[in-house]
């Protein structure tokens, strides 16, 4: 633990073996299997938490796993067991409870898994939403936050001490599974390249149950897990000490909008754009519907569509902005383009709040690549788009330049990010829609540098997971579980044994 920690009496929790209320577990395991142990008990041991909890027949349980789910299409995955953890405490619990039971286990904090990762049949969900500590760290420079605390909130906390960190694009988006499996985040060039690198340590409990810290200095192994391996982790982050930057004072951006015939040419000219500018350029190129005015000046296939480059400046004054998106302004693509807007003032606050307005709550599917090739990829949306069977799908590149990261789990890189989402309303699409994003992404993988795990469509083709790491790194983890979790108490990734 780390010395200025505290403030919660982990250890003593932690510690506890008292779950199954005063009855002898090894006793009781020589009668019973471990489910008819669990059936005999009838959610014996739940009353321990402090938090929610539910069985698989219990009235609460349907309505409670599908709200787990941020979006409307539920994946039919059924734990058998649900428990809310109120505290460290209880995490340490339900952690020993599924190894004393022998069911596996999973966690959850926002549920903002498109595949809905966390959802499996049978075993226990763990829910980790009400963990929502944040303070900043005595050193001013970090700051120690809970897995269930949301972005708009830690930047909201952050902001009267004049530091920010880097956060997913909705402001929504608990920090705990989108540092975990890597995070693009605003700012994401200049604050660390992606998330997790700005993750310092984390408190974790591990597959005994046990509290430990893991940081650089202290079981180094394990946190080189923590800082990519997403949903694979075996273990429950309880607490994140993460590196806070000073907040921007001046936040601009502005975009240009373009026909979907042009964006090979855009894609092209956005690459030569990217490697002009500076790290705290954001700089979003987004295939999305396009508005009645845009798709009135627009002839031919596509006009449904438009691509929209948007440039946000994460600085100090309009003068920097200004200086900064030259490159963008002086190329020669903008005489293509079909609409702009000037450039204008924005906080994290606004930006969450836009990109909330294209998230809302529909049925979603995501999937991506990292590319070096966004002419090959924009030349693959360019085909496919016009015969996506939702309208409402949105594909984003998102340029990241050529980043070095330390060592860790995450290590997936290219120049542009693209992710791909489709959005609908009608359970009746969810077929043609999975098989057109599945299709994209079978062609998409030929200009592949691997995928992103965060936005990868684990339910649609679960195979490829592996190709979120690099193949040492997916190697060293598989020996990192059986290290850290010699007994599975933790699900492997979804789809993987
Ligand atoms: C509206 C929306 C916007 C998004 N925007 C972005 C974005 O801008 N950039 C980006 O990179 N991604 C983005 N994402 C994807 C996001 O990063 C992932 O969905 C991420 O997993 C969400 O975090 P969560 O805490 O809700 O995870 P959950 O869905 O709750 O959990 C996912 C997995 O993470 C693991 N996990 C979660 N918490 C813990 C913990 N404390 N300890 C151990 N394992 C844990 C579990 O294995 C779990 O299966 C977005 C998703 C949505 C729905």
Redesign the pocket.
Known sequence: MKADETVLPVSRGCNRRDLLAGVGVASILAFFSPSALWAQNNGGGLEQFAGRSATRNGKDYEPWRQSMI??YRKSDRHPEIIIQANSIDDVCAAVKLAADLRKKI?????????S???LRDDGILLD?SRLQEVRLAPNGQEVIVG?GVIGRALNEYLRPHNLAVAT???G???????W??????WNGNAWGGM?VFNINGVD?VTADGELRHASSTENADLFWAVRGA????F????RFYVKCYPLPKSIQSTEYIYHLSDIVEVAKAVEEIGSQVADNVELLTIVAQASPEHAEKCHGVGCNQAVYVNAIVFGDSVGEAQEKLAPLHNHPIVQKAIGSHPMKQETFESLYTA??RS?AQKR?Q?DNVMTDRADKIAELLLESVPNCPTDNNAAVLVYKGNPRFPDAAYGIIGKFYLAYYMVWDDAADDLAVAKYHVDYFKKAKKYSNGS?L??FNQEGRPEDLPLCFTSDAWDKLKGLRRKWDPNSVFHNFYGQQ
């Open positions: 941020w979006q999973t966690t959850r904090a926002g549920g903002h898994s498109m809905a990762c966390f980790v897995p997913a694009h909705c929504m988006v608990p920090v705990s599974g989108f975990l499996g890597g995070g693009v985040a998330a974790i997403g949903p694979g982790l273990g429950v982050v309880v990109n909330e998230f979603w995501a992103y965060n936005e």
